[in-house]
C-alpha cells in the first residue's frame, strides 16, 4: 500500500527515496539472490576457487566465559541465519491460519489441496527415481516452492495476474513450506541428545507463558529464542531451524486495542496536540512532546506483535539472509560436466519431480475440488492462470537447496541436486511468467 503524506525531506532522504522505493519491490529481492547465485557459479568456476571454498569453512567462535561454541561460516549461515528465516516462515505460517487465507475452511480447501498435490505426486517421482540407491532419502527435495523467487515472477506480470491468484500462490506456497518443515523435523533430524531437547521445551514454555500472560516486548522472546531454544536445539541433534518455526508461533498474534478504540484515542489526541500551545521555533513543547508519545504508544498497541516483527525481519531475510545462503550453496563446480548429470537418477527424480510432479499435483488435486464442488478458483482467474502458478511453485530454489543440504552427506550428489535445482527451477520459472504472459489476458479495472 502506498501512502502519500505531506511531508519535508532531507537532502539524504530525497538522494534514497528511489532506493528505498527499489528496495520495497517485490521482484528486487529475487533479482539481488539470482545475482548472488551468479556470483557463486562463477566464483566457484573461476581460478579463485579455492578461495571460495576457503571462505565458507572459515571457523567462527563464540566464547561466553567457559562457554565455547566454534563452526564453520557455512554451518552458521545454514543453520543460524536460515533459522531467522525459517522463523519469518513460522510468523507467515500462523498469520495466515489465524487471520488470513487458511483461516477458514472456506478459504483454505483450494489452496491446501493443491499444495498436498504438489507435495506427494513430486515425492513419488523422486522414489520411483531414486528407490532402493543410496539416495533414496532426497524425496522431500522436489516437494518444496520458494515463495519469493515465485512471488517475486509473479510480480512481473502486473495487471495480468488478479490480486487472488497471488493470495493463492501465497496460501499454497505457505502450506508447502509448512510441510517442508515437518519433513525436516521428522525425516531429516540427526541423532536426538534428549536432555538438550528438553531444554528447548522448557525455553518454549517460557515464550508460551510470555505471551499468555501478555508479554508484548520484542526484546523477551528475541533473547529467550535465540539465548535458549534456538541453542538447545542445536546442540539435541534436531535442526536449530524447527526452534525458528516453534519460536515463531509463540510471538502474540492480537492487538492490544481494537480499531474502535485506537480511532477514538487517535482523536482524542490529535485534538489535544492540535489545542496545545505551539512553540515559535522548531522544538515542540513539552506536552506536545507527551502527546505524541502517547500517539506512538496507542499505535503499537493497534498492531500485532506478530506483525511487526514480520515487518521489521523482511528486508533483513530479503537483502541479507536469502542472498549469503544463496552465495554460500550455490557455488557448483562445473568442470568436466555435461547432460549426463541431469541423467542422473537424483537429476531426474528432481527435476521431473517439479516440473511434471508440481503441475500434475497441483493441478489435478485443484480440478478435483472445483469439479467436486469443494471449491473455486480464485475471484477473476482462469485455469491458465492456475498452470502458470503450478509451474511457478516448481521453483523450489531455497527450500529445495536447503533441504538438499540435510538429505545427502556425498558431495557428489549434493553437487549433483543442485544442479538439477537450479537448472530445473530457472526452467519453471520461465515457462510459468511465459503462461501467465502469453496465455492471460490483462485485466480491466
Same mark, same amino acid.
Given at each position: 500500500?502506498?501512502?502519500?503524506?505531506?511531508?519535508?525531506?532531507?537532502?539524504?532522504?530525497?538522494?534514497?527515496?528511489?532506493?528505498?522505493?527499489?528496495?520495497?519491490?517485490?521482484?528486487?529481492?529475487?533479482?539481488?539472490?539470482?545475482?548472488?547465485?551468479?556470483?557463486?557459479?562463477?566464483?566457484?568456476?573461476?581460478?579463485?576457487?579455492?578461495?571460495?571454498?576457503?571462505?565458507?569453512?572459515?571457523?567462527?567462535?563464540?566464547?561466553?566465559?567457559?562457554?565455547?561454541?566454534?563452526?564453520?561460516?557455512?554451518?552458521?549461515?545454514?543453520?543460524?541465519?536460515?533459522?531467522?528465516?525459517? *522463523?519469518?516462515?513460522?510468523?507467515?505460517?500462523?498469520?495466515?491460519?489465524?487471520?488470513?487465507?487458511?483461516?477458514?475452511?472456506?478459504?483454505?480447501?483450494?489452496?491446501?489441496?493443491?499444495?498436498?498435490?504438489?507435495?506427494?505426486?513430486?515425492?513419488?517421482?523422486?522414489?520411483?527415481?531414486?528407490?532402493?540407491?543410496?539416495?533414496?532419502?532426497?524425496?522431500?527435495?522436489?516437494?518444496?516452492?520458494?515463495?519469493?523467487?515465485?512471488?517475486?515472477?509473479?510480480?512481473?506480470?502486473?495487471?495480468?495476474?488478479?490480486?487472488?491468484?497471488?493470495?493463492?500462490?501465497?496460501?499454497?506456497?505457505?502450506?508447502?513450506?509448512?510441510?517442508?518443515?515437518?519433513?525436516?523435523?521428522?525425516?531429516?533430524?540427526?541423532?536426538?541428545?534428549?536432555?538438550?531437547?528438553?531444554?528447548?521445551?522448557?525455553?518454549?514454555?517460557?515464550?508460551?507463558?510470555?505471551?499468555?500472560?501478555?508479554?508484548?516486548?520484542?526484546?523477551?522472546?528475541?533473547?529467550?529464542?535465540?539465548?535458549?531454544?534456538?541453542?538447545?536445539?542445536?546442540?539435541?541433534?534436531?535442526?536449530?531451524?524447527?526452534?525458528?518455526?516453534?519460536?515463531?508461533?509463540?510471538?502474540?498474534?492480537?492487538?492490544?486495542?481494537?480499531?474502535?478504540?485506537?480511532?477514538?484515542?487517535?482523536?482524542?489526541?490529535?485534538?489535544?496536540?492540535?489545542?496545545?500551545?505551539?512553540?515559535?521555533?522548531?522544538?515542540?513543547?513539552?506536552?506536545?512532546?507527551?502527546?505524541?508519545?502517547?500517539?506512538?504508544?496507542?499505535?503499537?498497541?493497534?498492531?500485532?506483535?506478530?506483525?511487526?516483527?514480520?515487518?521489521?525481519?523482511?528486508?533483513?531475510?530479503? *537483502?541479507?539472509?536469502?542472498?549469503?545462503?544463496?552465495?554460500?550453496?550455490?557455488?557448483?563446480?562445473?568442470?568436466?560436466?555435461?547432460?549426463?548429470?541431469?541423467?542422473?537418477?537424483?537429476?531426474?527424480?528432481?527435476?521431473?519431480?517439479?516440473?511434471?510432479?508440481?503441475?500434475?499435483?497441483?493441478?489435478?488435486?485443484?480440478?478435483?475440488?472445483?469439479?467436486?464442488?469443494?471449491?473455486?478458483?480464485?475471484?477473476?482467474?482462469?485455469?491458465?492462470?492456475?498452470?502458470?502458478?503450478?509451474?511457478?511453485?516448481?521453483?523450489?530454489?531455497?527450500?529445495?537447496?536447503?533441504?538438499?543440504?540435510?538429505?545427502?552427506?556425498?558431495?557428489?550428489?549434493?553437487?549433483?541436486?543442485?544442479?538439477?535445482?537450479?537448472?530445473?527451477?530457472?526452467?519453471?520459472?520461465?515457462?510459468?511468467?511465459?503462461?501467465?504472459?502469453?496465455?492471460?489476458?490483462?485485466?480491466?479495472?
Amino acid at each position: 500500500m502506498k501512502i502519500n503524506i505531506k511531508r519535508r525531506y532531507t537532502p539524504i532522504e530525497r538522494l534514497l527515496n528511489p532506493l528505498n522505493h527499489l528496495l520495497q519491490n517485490q521482484s528486487t529481492s529475487a533479482i539481488i539472490t539470482f545475482f548472488a547465485v551468479v556470483l557463486a557459479m562463477v566464483w566457484a568456476n573461476s581460478r579463485w576457487s579455492e578461495s571460495y571454498e576457503a571462505l565458507w569453512h572459515t571457523p567462527l567462535a563464540l566464547t561466553v566465559g567457559s562457554f565455547s561454541i566454534t563452526q564453520t561460516l557455512h554451518v552458521l549461515i545454514n543453520d543460524g541465519l536460515m533459522a531467522i528465516f525459517f *522463523f519469518s516462515v513460522g510468523l507467515e505460517i500462523k498469520r495466515e491460519i489465524f487471520g488470513g487465507e487458511l483461516s477458514s475452511p472456506k478459504k483454505a480447501i483450494l489452496p491446501i489441496s493443491a499444495a498436498l498435490g504438489g507435495m506427494l505426486v513430486p515425492a513419488l517421482i523422486y522414489v520411483f527415481f531414486n528407490q532402493g540407491t543410496s539416495a533414496e532419502g532426497g524425496w522431500g527435495i522436489p516437494m518444496a516452492t520458494d515463495i519469493a523467487f515465485s512471488l517475486g515472477i509473479l510480480s512481473l506480470l502486473g495487471k495480468r495476474v488478479p490480486i487472488s491468484v497471488k493470495i493463492f500462490l501465497t496460501a499454497l506456497a505457505i502450506v508447502d513450506d509448512l510441510g517442508a518443515v515437518l519433513i525436516i523435523a521428522f525425516f531429516y533430524t540427526s541423532d536426538i541428545f534428549v536432555n538438550d531437547l528438553m531444554w528447548g521445551f522448557v525455553f518454549l514454555l517460557i515464550l508460551l507463558l510470555g505471551n499468555y500472560v501478555g508479554i508484548r516486548n520484542q526484546l523477551f522472546y528475541s533473547i529467550i529464542s535465540i539465548g535458549g531454544l534456538w541453542m538447545a536445539f542445536f546442540f539435541s541433534g534436531v535442526h536449530p531451524t524447527i526452534a525458528g518455526v516453534l519460536a515463531a508461533f509463540t510471538i502474540p498474534g492480537r492487538v492490544k486495542i481494537n480499531e474502535k478504540l485506537f480511532l477514538r484515542n487517535l482523536d482524542t489526541l490529535t485534538n489535544m496536540f492540535r489545542k496545545a500551545n505551539p512553540n515559535d521555533n522548531e522544538f515542540v513543547t513539552n506536552d506536545q512532546m507527551e502527546i505524541l508519545e502517547t500517539i506512538k504508544e496507542v499505535s503499537m498497541d493497534a498492531a500485532t506483535p506478530l506483525q511487526k516483527v514480520e515487518h521489521s525481519l523482511s528486508g533483513f531475510i530479503s *537483502f541479507i539472509v536469502l542472498p549469503l545462503f544463496a552465495l554460500a550453496n550455490t557455488g557448483i563446480q562445473f568442470q568436466g560436466e555435461g547432460l549426463s548429470v541431469l541423467m542422473h537418477p537424483v537429476s531426474l527424480g528432481i527435476g521431473l519431480g517439479l516440473i511434471i510432479g508440481k503441475f500434475v499435483g497441483i493441478v489435478g488435486l485443484s480440478k478435483l475440488m472445483v469439479s467436486l464442488g469443494i471449491a473455486e478458483l480464485p475471484d477473476r482467474s482462469t485455469w491458465n492462470h492456475i498452470y502458470g502458478v503450478a509451474f511457478l511453485a516448481a521453483v523450489g530454489f531455497t527450500m529445495s537447496l536447503f533441504i538438499s543440504e540435510l538429505a545427502f552427506s556425498d558431495d557428489r550428489i549434493i553437487q549433483i541436486s543442485k544442479i538439477s535445482i537450479l537448472f530445473t527451477s530457472a526452467l519453471a520459472g520461465l515457462i510459468g511468467y511465459l503462461i501467465l504472459r502469453f496465455k492471460t489476458k490483462p485485466l480491466q479495472d
